[in-house]
């Protein structure tokens, strides 16, 4: 079936097409470039995987709870609404809601396969070539595999979100060539990485917490690059390009925390737009997730060297300043080694399930005594 066909809503054009600005840039240096950056690109290289051989297909979700969504985060949850739902209703507004968030994570991921293929153009550095030339790879990989459990498991697709595409589209017509890296490595995975985590923690469902767990890995890779690129280059730069930078990023978050209410969905349900909108600003449920999506994304813009007081007082209103402090090193190894472990207990789950089978044939074939 075509995925026009499984649209929820009216998408638009197929295609969506942005001018591109700015330089292709060859480097003539073939030296050994920097040993971090070049370290990581070993590990992109080692690190890749086949998104039909490592994720296990063949299981099944449920159809009327595909991520295993607790009542309370769902927006309409205490709302007059919800007394009126049936038991089916609630079963396709959860369906609706995983379809939305998918959805978004699968947009956001080619955002991030253009983003990184426009790095390998634009980025001066050959390292820095080099590496986003594997996360191009990456990014490939994730939206192949949400598709896939979008139209198999789910059956269902949400078009684009409005600040999603509106964020997409400024990150690469700007014809600097640091601006996919701050646009789409720092704020765009930033926050869908603390979006993923978010779910694999708490959802129930063996196949997207494969889907999540795998593909936070190669995410932790991809923001420790951008950490990388962009703390070199940002000492270079003067106050006054590091604040327009800071603007970036400020216009940014808003853009992003405004997308994260799911109101498309409530109008498919026929709850006119502003009542949506304030459902779901009322929602605590919503309230916090929204707050913890920034985990990722405060510790990072400090790090690289953003951190004047016109952000600091954006982030104090938001009321994710304090996250500032939080160790971004620490929460991207707990992502390397919670992938690492889901691998070992399902290898270990295989291999025990083979030596019962050749127990069970060994026994089958002994005659009685």
Same mark, same amino acid.
């Given at each position: 079936?075509?995925?026009?066909?499984?649209?929820?809503?009216?998408?638009?054009?197929?295609?969506?097409?942005?001018?591109?600005?700015?330089?292709?840039?060859?480097?003539?240096?073939?030296?050994?470039?920097?040993?971090?950056?070049?370290?990581?690109?070993?590990?992109?290289?080692?690190?890749?995987?086949?998104?039909?051989?490592?994720?296990?297909?063949?299981?099944?979700?449920?159809?009327?709870?595909?991520?295993?969504?607790?009542?309370?985060?769902?927006?309409?949850?205490?709302?007059?609404?919800?007394?009126?739902?049936?038991?089916?209703?609630?079963?396709?507004?959860?369906?609706?809601?995983?379809?939305?968030?998918?959805?978004?994570?699968?947009?956001?991921?080619?955002?991030? *396969?253009?983003?990184?293929? =426009?790095? &390998? /153009?634009?980025?001066?550095?050959?390292?820095?070539?080099?590496?986003? #030339?594997? $996360?191009?790879?990456?990014?490939?990989?994730?939206?192949?595999?949400?598709?896939?459990?979008?139209?198999?498991?789910?059956?269902?697709?949400?078009?684009?979100?409005?600040?999603?595409?509106?964020?997409?589209?400024?990150?690469?017509?700007?014809?600097?060539?640091?601006?996919?890296?701050?646009?789409?490595?720092?704020?765009?995975?930033?926050?869908?990485?603390?979006?993923?985590?978010?779910?694999?923690?708490?959802?129930?469902?063996?196949?997207?917490?494969?889907?999540?767990?795998?593909?936070?890995?190669?995410?932790?890779?991809?923001?420790?690059?951008?950490?990388?690129?962009?703390?070199?280059?940002?000492?270079?730069?003067?106050?006054?390009?590091?604040?327009?930078?800071?603007?970036?990023?400020?216009?940014?978050?808003?853009? *992003?925390?405004?997308?994260? =209410?799911? &109101? /498309?969905?409530?109008?498919?349900?026929?709850?006119?737009?502003?009542? #949506?909108? $304030?459902?779901?600003?009322?929602?605590?449920?919503?309230?916090?997730?929204?707050?913890?999506?920034?985990?990722?994304?405060?510790?990072?813009?400090?790090?690289?060297?953003?951190?004047?007081?016109?952000?600091?007082?954006?982030?104090?209103?938001?009321?994710?300043?304090?996250?500032?402090?939080?160790?971004?090193?620490?929460?991207?190894?707990?992502?390397?080694?919670?992938?690492?472990?889901?691998?070992?207990?399902?290898?270990?789950?295989?291999?025990?399930?083979?030596?019962?089978?050749?127990?069970?044939?060994?026994?089958?074939?002994?005659?009685?005594?």
């Amino acid at each position: 079936m075509p995925t026009h066909d499984l649209y929820a809503m009216d998408h638009g054009a197929a295609l969506w097409q942005v001018p591109a600005t700015g330089a292709a840039r060859f480097n003539w240096e073939y030296d050994d470039g920097r040993e971090r950056l070049l370290a990581l690109y070993q590990k992109g290289k080692d690190k890749q995987w086949d998104g039909h051989k490592r994720i296990d297909w063949a299981l099944e979700v449920d159809p009327d709870d595909p991520l295993g969504t607790p009542d309370e985060a769902l927006s309409l949850y205490g709302t007059p609404h919800w007394s009126k739902l049936t038991d089916q209703d609630k079963g396709e507004l959860r369906k609706h809601y995983a379809s939305w968030q998918f959805s978004q994570f699968l947009h956001g991921e080619q955002g991030a *396969m253009i983003c990184a293929a =426009r790095i &390998v /153009e634009s980025v001066p550095d050959l390292d820095a070539k080099f590496y986003s #030339a594997t $996360q191009t790879m990456d990014e490939a990989r994730h939206a192949e595999i949400y598709g896939r459990f979008l139209r198999e498991k789910i059956g269902m697709l949400y078009p684009i979100n409005d600040n999603l595409q509106s964020l997409l589209g400024d990150t690469l017509r700007d014809s600097r060539w640091d601006m996919p890296y701050l646009g789409m490595q720092v704020l765009i995975e930033g926050l869908a990485l603390a979006a993923f985590g978010m779910i694999r923690d708490t959802t129930d469902e063996p196949l997207p917490k494969q889907i999540l767990s795998y593909v936070m890995q190669d995410e932790a890779r991809h923001v420790a690059f951008g950490r990388m690129a962009l703390r070199d280059h940002y000492r270079q730069l003067s106050d006054a390009e590091l604040r327009e930078r800071e603007e970036f990023v400020i216009e940014g978050c808003y853009l *992003m925390r405004d997308r994260l =209410r799911g &109101v /498309e969905v409530l109008e498919n349900f026929g709850i006119p737009k502003a009542e #949506a909108e $304030q459902y779901s600003e009322q929602s605590e449920f919503l309230a916090l997730f929204r707050k913890l999506l920034f985990s990722r994304i405060v510790p990072c813009v400090k790090d690289i060297g953003l951190w004047g007081k016109r952000l600091q007082q954006a982030y104090a209103d938001m009321g994710v300043f304090e996250m500032g402090d939080s160790n971004l090193d620490l929460l991207m190894a707990q992502d390397e080694e919670i992938a690492e472990k889901l691998d070992e207990e399902r290898f270990a789950a295989e291999e025990a399930e083979r030596v019962a089978e050749v127990e069970r044939a060994i026994e089958a074939g002994v005659p009685e005594s």
